[in-house]
């Protein structure tokens, strides 16, 4: 148990345009999701912390006005890069958890390049 | 604030020891993980430790002290699979709830 499936893989957008990103925990009911940001050869850099039902907390420098998300379900979390520039392009990874202080499990991730 | 620090890089070779240390600063502290990641792919899941003291599963082993805001991840008989990086995360007690901070990571290069 404990999968978590994120989509999609990869994704080539045009500047200016918006990507929605998909995380989804398919056999376990997750609280807590959480959004990551990897850019080549650095570690993974936490966005937001998503909990349903509720307003997702962003981290510092992170604009929230630009990285929407949603955690309509308690299986379901989504990321929008709103109006996306060339900048943005990474690779970007979700976790989740069935409460907020257990195992998180991570998605296959997603690579967003903006051409 | 949380600080989270690890070597960049290492060597080793194949059938060896390897120990990758990290040390951590943070006001929440509520659990240490070690994650694999190989390039292009998302971490998996290798260690746990809330208590002090050492964690073994197969080859892997996971050492705390949380007095001293440290920890290593021992890898055994290395392979060549092995390379790759080693993500060192500390779980923080936020605010409103928990949050996983990554190190760096050590990037394990493991030669024949």
């Known amino acids: 148990g404990a999968v978590v499936s994120q989509h999609p893989s990869w994704v080539i957008c045009k500047s200016g345009t918006s990507v929605k990103i998909e995380c989804r925990s398919l056999?376990?009911?997750?609280?807590?999701m959480f959004w990551y940001r990897q850019f080549p050869k650095q570690s993974l850099m936490l966005m937001a912390t998503?909990?349903?039902?509720?307003?997702?907390?962003?981290e510092q420098g992170v604009e929230k006005d630009k990285f929407l998300i949603n955690h309509a379900s308690l299986t379901l979390s989504t990321l929008t890069v709103t109006s996306a520039h060339p900048e943005d392009s990474s690779f970007y990874i979700c976790?989740?958890?069935?409460?907020?202080?257990?195992?998180?499990?991570f998605g296959q991730g997603t690579r967003l390049t903006v051409v | 604030g949380q600080n989270i620090d690890q070597p960049t890089e290492m060597t080793a070779t194949e059938g060896a020891i390897v120990q990758i240390n990290c040390t951590y600063q943070?006001?929440?502290?509520?659990?240490l993980f070690w994650y694999q990641q190989h390039a292009g792919e998302a971490p998996t899941f290798l260690s746990y430790?809330?208590?002090?003291g050492l964690e073994e599963k197969g080859r892997f082993s996971s050492f705390l002290s949380r007095s001293k805001g440290y920890s290593y991840l021992l890898l055994k008989e290395l392979q060549m699979k092995d390379s790759a990086s080693y993500l060192c995360?500390?779980?923080?007690?936020?605010?409103?709830?928990?949050?996983?901070?990554f190190g760096s990571g050590t990037r394990l290069l493991v030669r024949p």
């Open positions: 976790s989740a958890s069935k409460q907020a202080n257990t195992e998180a499990f």
């Open positions: 056999d376990f009911q997750a609280t807590t």
């Open positions: 998503s909990n349903e039902g509720s307003k997702a907390t962003y």
């Open positions: 943070t006001s929440g502290f509520n659990g």
């Open positions: 430790n809330v208590l002090d």
């Open positions: 995360a500390v779980r923080d007690r936020g605010v409103s709830s928990y949050k996983l901070i």
